[in-house]
């Protein structure tokens, strides 16, 4: 299923990106604008290139919202969107023995109800169901991408393997990220941003908040199937910058070890092309698209396997391969 829009556009003014109605900071808004949007005709929230119209009667889930997404363009005014999301209470006989909430696409229901308190980890659980569901006219990759000196590095790794808080740690030493989960890979090979909020577990949330006092979290959400998650709030030069593309660089495999001494080690692109395979949401549905897009990718930006148990060593590795001193 290709990309497409979940509504037409309200007036002659309304361009691709959403743009056509009244844009302004979400922390433009005050708690009873967003509120009241949020439970009447949605609140327009642009993410990049996407447009969201998000409905919910979770007070939990407002009060994160402008800490998580304040820097955002939004409005609370009816206008273009792409994909309907509400969070919500569940009603019925669930409700009668404790409160939950559900995550819902257009009125459907992908993933079991939560309680509100993890409302927010829902909602971004959500988003990226529904990217790599919906996007298709991207080839879309598990991994996070930054952008440095003009170079897009991608950092593609299976879950557990330290990628959210290395790319948290890049962030935040002035790296423009792109995202933290996703690399969504045009037909003309840029890698499109979508900055959103860095999702960190359990031991990673204190390590990155002791190294830096100053980064911005939003509420934590605790016994998860994932464990304890905090979001990193995105740098407002990332959001600020999130519709500008980058061009691939380099393919960087990370994996943190304990006490693991640093290793660096270049990768074939074929073995870079079976590990993206592995990691990619759509490339089966892509056909023969995703396989060009694919092959041209590994033949473009060399890849390389990054071991680090020191985030300073795994920073210092990126900066000398961004350089070509690797």
């Known amino acids: 299923m290709h990309w497409r829009c979940s509504c037409q556009r309200n007036s002659a003014t309304d361009d691709r990106c959403g743009r056509g109605f009244s844009l ?3 922390d433009s808004y005050d708690s009873k604008q967003i509120q009241s949007a949020l439970t009447g005709i949605g609140l327009r929230l642009q993410i ?13 889930f407002a009060d994160s919202l402008p800490i998580l997404y304040g820097r955002y363009p939004s409005s609370c005014d009816e206008g273009y969107f792409d ?4 969070v919500c209470h569940t009603s019925g006989f669930r409700k009668l023995f404790r409160r939950s909430v559900s995550f819902e696409l257009s009125g459907s229901r992908p993933f079991m109800p939560m309680a509100p308190d ?13 990217i790599g569901a919906n996007a298709h006219n991207h080839l879309i990759l598990h991994s996070a991408v930054l952008e440095r000196h003009g ?3 991608m950092l593609s790794a ?4 330290g990628k959210s808080t290395l790319a948290a740690e890049l962030c935040m030493r002035g790296w423009r990220l792109l995202s933290d989960e996703m690399a969504l890979l045009d037909s003309s090979l840029q890698l499109i941003g979508l900055p959103r909020p860095v999702s960190l577990k359990n031991s990673a949330i204190d390590l990155i908040c002791n190294r830096h006092p100053n980064a911005l979290f939003g509420p934590q959400a605790r016994d998860t199937h994932k464990g304890t998650i905090k979001h990193l709030v995105a740098p407002e030069r990332s959001v600020i910058a999130a519709t500008d593309t980058a ?9 943190w070890e304990a006490d693991a001494p640093l290793a ?7 073995q870079t092309a079976m590990h993206l395979i592995d990691q990619s949401f759509n490339y089966s549905v892509l056909g023969g698209d995703g396989f060009n897009r694919l092959t041209a990718l590994v033949q473009r930006a060399p890849a390389w396997s990054l071991k680090y148990s020191a985030l300073d060593d795994a920073v210092d590795a990126l900066e000398s391969l961004i350089s070509g001193n690797a």
């Not at 994909?83 to 509400?86: K, L």
């Not at 993890?118 to 529904?130: K, Y």
């Not at 061009?247 to 994996?255: E, M, N, T, Y």
């Open 151 to 153: 170079k897009g590095v």
């Open 83 to 86: 994909f309907d999301i509400s």
């Open 48 to 60: 990049g290139f996407l447009s969201i119209c998000l409905k919910s009667d979770v007070p939990e």
């Open 24 to 26: 302004l900071r979400l």
């Open 247 to 255: 061009i691939p660089f380099l393919i960087v495999i990370p994996k």
């Open 158 to 161: 299976v879950s557990g393997s």
């Open 264 to 270: 660096i080690e270049s990768i074939g692109p074929g």
């Open 118 to 130: 993890h409302a927010h980890a829902l909602f971004e659980w959500g988003l990226n169901w529904t």
